[in-house]
């Protein structure tokens, strides 16, 4: 497994993962993904003052969120697909401002913070949410974006040690305890405190969350207020194994909706 530098993975996950292998006269056919990622890039350094529709730039999303943005692990994209407005909203807020994603622990992050050029302003952020919102959750993720990463990414936060095993009974207490005021009983979520819909998110992009929320890479920001809360939250899941815990359970609430 090659052991690659944080920039050159960037580079590897917006261009393709399979570069290491390849030979300079190897010049692989495109996908109809990438070709219309192509064609909505150079639409936009055409036409970089009119506006994007939310329909268009959500296939570029779909390099790392996967075609239907069901979500990508092999890419670290999260599911987007049926997520609240308002939460995605506030998210690529987030990360157009420079609150999310301008931390070097946080790899697939700064992917989303150096993109930020194409979400323009509120009006395209607005659209691209909007339209996010419509496609349908829930439907499995693709076979090409199940699995580990094609690389090795030497950071604490990558993910927790293989030999951990969430215990559902246990994270249902610990979920019941400290999880439930702002997600709910049914991990749904709670626009009134910024807590985001748990039924279609992986257990491999909670996890990384958590432990970000927990050591201070996600939420340290002063003007990420509802990151914050969640920062003090996550600082009570002690250790990997109650994260651990704590993603299990809520993988039995995806289960079970």
Same mark, same amino acid.
């Given at each position: 497994?090659?052991?690659?530098?944080?920039?050159?993975?960037?580079?590897?996950?917006?261009?393709?993962?399979?570069?290491?292998?390849?030979?300079?006269?190897?010049?692989?056919?495109?996908?109809?993904?990438?070709?219309?990622?192509?064609?909505?890039?150079?639409?936009?350094?055409?036409?970089? $003052?009119?506006?994007?529709?939310?329909?268009?730039?959500?296939?570029?999303?779909?390099?790392?969120?996967?075609?239907?943005?069901?979500?990508?692990?092999?890419?670290?994209?999260?599911?987007?697909?049926?997520?609240?407005?308002?939460?995605?909203?506030?998210?690529?807020?987030?990360?157009?401002?420079?609150?999310?994603? $301008?931390?070097?622990?946080?790899?697939?992050?700064?992917?989303?913070?150096?993109?930020?050029?194409? %979400?323009?302003?509120?009006?395209?952020?607005?659209?691209?949410?909007?339209?996010?919102?419509?496609?349908?959750?829930?439907?499995?993720?693709?076979?090409?974006?199940?699995?580990?990463?094609?690389?090795?990414?030497?950071?604490? +936060?990558?993910?927790?040690?293989?030999?951990?095993?969430?215990?559902?009974?246990?994270?249902?207490?610990? +979920?019941?305890?400290?999880?439930?005021?702002?997600?709910?009983?049914?991990?749904?979520? %709670?626009?009134?405190?910024?807590?985001?819909?748990?039924?279609?998110?992986?257990?491999?992009?909670?996890?990384?969350?958590?432990?970000?929320?927990?050591?201070?890479?996600?939420?340290?920001?002063?003007?990420?207020?509802?990151?914050?809360?969640?920062?003090?939250?996550?600082?009570?899941?002690?250790?990997?194994?109650?994260?651990?815990?704590?993603?299990?359970?809520?993988?039995?609430?995806?289960? $079970?909706?």
């Amino acid at each position: 497994m090659h052991r690659l530098p944080p920039v050159l993975v960037v580079v590897l996950l917006c261009f393709g993962c399979n570069a290491p292998d390849q030979t300079p006269s190897e010049t692989p056919p495109e996908t109809p993904l990438e070709t219309s990622l192509e064609s909505t890039l150079e639409s936009s350094i055409e036409s970089p $003052n009119e506006a994007v529709t939310g329909e268009e730039l959500a296939v570029v999303c779909g390099f790392c969120h996967g075609d239907s943005l069901q979500g990508n692990d092999r890419r670290d994209g999260p599911a987007l697909a049926g997520l609240e407005p308002w939460y995605l909203e506030l998210q690529l807020q987030n990360y157009r401002n420079g609150i999310r994603g $301008n931390v070097a622990e946080d790899v697939p992050g700064q992917i989303m913070y150096f993109s930020r050029g194409m %979400l323009r302003n509120d009006a395209t952020i607005k659209s691209l949410a909007e339209h996010i919102s419509t496609m349908e959750p829930g439907k499995p993720m693709a076979a090409n974006g199940v699995g580990e990463r094609p690389f090795l990414w030497d950071s604490p +936060y990558a993910g927790l040690d293989p030999s951990i095993s969430g215990n559902a009974e246990e994270g249902k207490k610990t +979920y019941s305890t400290i999880c439930v005021a702002c997600h709910g009983a049914e991990g749904k979520g %709670l626009e009134a405190l910024g807590a985001a819909n748990l039924l279609y998110l992986s257990d491999v992009y909670m996890v990384r969350q958590l432990m970000y929320f927990r050591g201070g890479v996600r939420g340290a920001h002063p003007q990420d207020t509802r990151g914050q809360q969640m920062a003090a939250i996550a600082k009570m899941l002690t250790d990997d194994q109650t994260i651990a815990d704590v993603v299990a359970y809520i993988s039995e609430l995806q289960e $079970n909706q």
